[in-house]
């Protein structure tokens, strides 16, 4: 015999409708701005010369890629780290963006300049 419970819809609070407004707007900002950087991309290959439509093409293809891949792989992220994922990004993206001069991690002024983006996140 299957057993059906009806089930009391709750109804929205206050704070609730404001914490959906706020993710709302922060949502149509990071999309806007994704589309904004989207149509600059082709334009600004062109006139700093670093390649021609087709290449341009190329890397827009590879960043819906990169972004595929990422939301395939952030479930099992989320399950292997938890909490601490944010961190974990932190510290590879600090990594990433300072290991760029001769090799080496720096942390003084010029190669390791965007040091102070990642510091905050990783002394949660």
């Given at each position: 015999?299957?057993?059906?419970?009806?089930?009391?819809?709750?109804?929205?609070?206050?704070?609730?409708k404001?914490?959906?407004?706020?993710l709302?707007?922060?949502?149509?900002v990071?999309v806007?701005?994704?589309?904004?950087i989207?149509?600059?991309i082709?334009s600004?290959?062109?006139?700093a010369?670093f390649?021609?439509?087709?290449l341009?093409?190329?890397?827009?293809?590879?960043?819906?890629?990169?972004?595929?891949?990422a939301?395939?792989?952030f479930?099992?992220?989320?399950?292997t780290f938890k909490?601490?994922?944010l961190?974990?990004?932190?510290?590879?993206?600090?990594?990433?963006?300072?290991?760029?001069?001769?090799?080496s991690?720096?942390?003084?002024?010029?190669?390791g300049?965007?040091?102070?983006?990642?510091l905050?996140?990783v002394?949660l």
């Amino acid at each position: 015999m299957l057993c059906i419970k009806s089930e009391v819809a709750e109804q929205l609070t206050p704070s609730m409708k404001r914490l959906i407004f706020f993710l709302a707007i922060a949502a149509s900002v990071i999309v806007c701005t994704n589309t904004a950087i989207t149509f600059r991309i082709p334009s600004l290959m062109i006139e700093a010369g670093f390649g021609d439509a087709q290449l341009s093409s190329l890397v827009l293809s590879a960043m819906q890629l990169i972004g595929i891949l990422a939301g395939i792989s952030f479930s099992f992220l989320i399950s292997t780290f938890k909490e601490k994922l944010l961190l974990v990004a932190g510290i590879t993206f600090w990594i990433g963006s300072d290991y760029d001069c001769l090799g080496s991690i720096t942390l003084a002024s010029g190669c390791g300049s965007r040091s102070w983006v990642v510091l905050p996140i990783v002394s949660l």
